[in-house]
């Protein structure tokens, strides 16, 4: 049987549509996903993910640890609440997760992985760091509300006591505050300014009411990749994995290459994926035909089958299909997905698509 969130009875209340979501009874949506993805691009929309996983790492090497277990480099992190955004790579290089980790002081750090590669990743992290001085702790007593939209933190304020709206007021993009018990951070998976807050899981069912009264709509799971995918952002086990490297997933730019003697899982097997140069590109596809794009439909240039489409599907704020695809070096403007034995047309642009309510590409 799927796990329930603490907020599932509020999914039912709101009448949405439960579907199992790595291993999680999640909605996917409440009515209409479009409805969903217009009200995040133009108000205020919130979503349960309380299925992501949230890790606490703490101690005296903690630090030095996630310097070797990232790709990216959390000395770049100096004040607290700062987050980044990195991967976590198998010795070959290979993805093993995606995630965001904050920076609360020297000896403690938050991280938040994806719900469907809890177990594996997990087990990694308490494997690299048996001998460090360190402790690992999946923090299960938190729940987990994203609220997006350009009206998204002004109505969050509105839900929260005078204290929290205040800390969460002076916030920056891609930093975290704890206030009375909230863990406030302005990220997101939407490409829409908004926050997402970690609260006891008791708590969290009197957020989310109060939330709604503020006119903030519950979202499901369609909206959210909808939005994601027009943000250009990455999901996991569709735009890569562990047979995929960050550089052929358009994530090249969360390699921290610097300092040199820094010697992460995964660097040697990435210079070497580097300095050999065929290197297949990441790019966004905006469909010019009729017709629908999805996963794993073939990319065609001058009849040749050049690579594969890894996440597609339409975007309400284009009005067209998108799609992100792994291709070859040669595509460049124009190319063809294979579609129901019809070779479609498709101008090749790069991501994102649509963020801040406003689209970011030129449709052709």
Not at 141 to 151: E, R
Not at 177 to 201: C, K, N, W
Not at 212 to 223: A, K, S
Request: with cysteine; charged share 20%.
């Amino acid at each position: 049987m799927p796990s329930k969130t603490p907020l599932f009875d509020q999914h039912v209340a709101c009448g949405g549509k439960m579907v199992d979501f790595a291993g999680w009874n999640m909605p996917l949506n409440y009515g209409s996903q479009l409805e969903e993805h217009q009200a995040v691009r133009s108000d205020a929309g919130m979503f349960d993910v309380s299925h992501m996983v949230v890790v606490d790492l703490q101690g005296a090497e903690v630090k030095i640890f996630l310097q070797r277990l990232l790709a990216n480099d959390v000395a770049k992190l100096k004040g607290a609440g700062k987050a980044l955004y990195s991967c976590m790579l198998q010795e070959d290089g290979g993805v093993i997760d995606d995630l965001i980790v904050y920076y609360l002081d020297e000896q403690n750090f938050r991280m938040v992985v994806n719900a469907g590669t809890r177990a594996k990743d997990l087990a990694w992290i308490s494997q690299q760091a048996a001998g460090f001085d360190m402790s690992v702790t999946e923090r299960a007593d938190l729940a987990m509300i994203a609220v997006q939209g350009p009206n998204a933190r002004a109505k969050a304020h509105a839900a929260m006591t005078a204290a929290q709206a205040e800390a969460a007021a002076g916030l920056k993009q891609f930093v975290g505050v704890e206030s009375e018990g909230l863990f406030i951070a302005r990220t997101g998976y939407t490409g829409e300014d908004g926050y997402e807050i970690m609260l006891p899981t008791e708590q969290a069912a009197t957020l989310w009411q109060k939330l709604i009264e503020q006119g903030v709509r519950p979202c499901g799971l369609g909206g959210r990749d909808s939005l994601r995918l027009e943000a250009g952002m990455n999901l996991y086990g569709s735009d890569m994995d562990e047979s995929i490297s960050p550089l052929e997933a358009g994530l090249s730019w969360t390699v921290a290459w610097q300092p040199v003697e820094r010697d992460f899982i995964g660097r040697q097997a990435l210079q070497t994926q580097r300095d050999k140069g065929s290197l297949r590109k990441f790019v966004g596809l905006v469909l010019q035909d009729k017709g629908v794009l999805r996963a794993h439909q073939q990319v065609v240039l001058n009849g040749v089958v050049v690579g594969e489409t890894t996440s597609g599907g339409f975007s309400p704020t284009l009005g067209r299909s998108i799609a992100f695809a792994r291709v070859s070096a040669d595509v460049v403007d124009e190319c063809q997905v294979a579609v129901r034995g019809r070779e479609l047309a498709c101008k090749v642009v790069k991501p994102p698509f649509a963020r801040n309510g406003k689209a970011c590409v030129e449709l052709g």
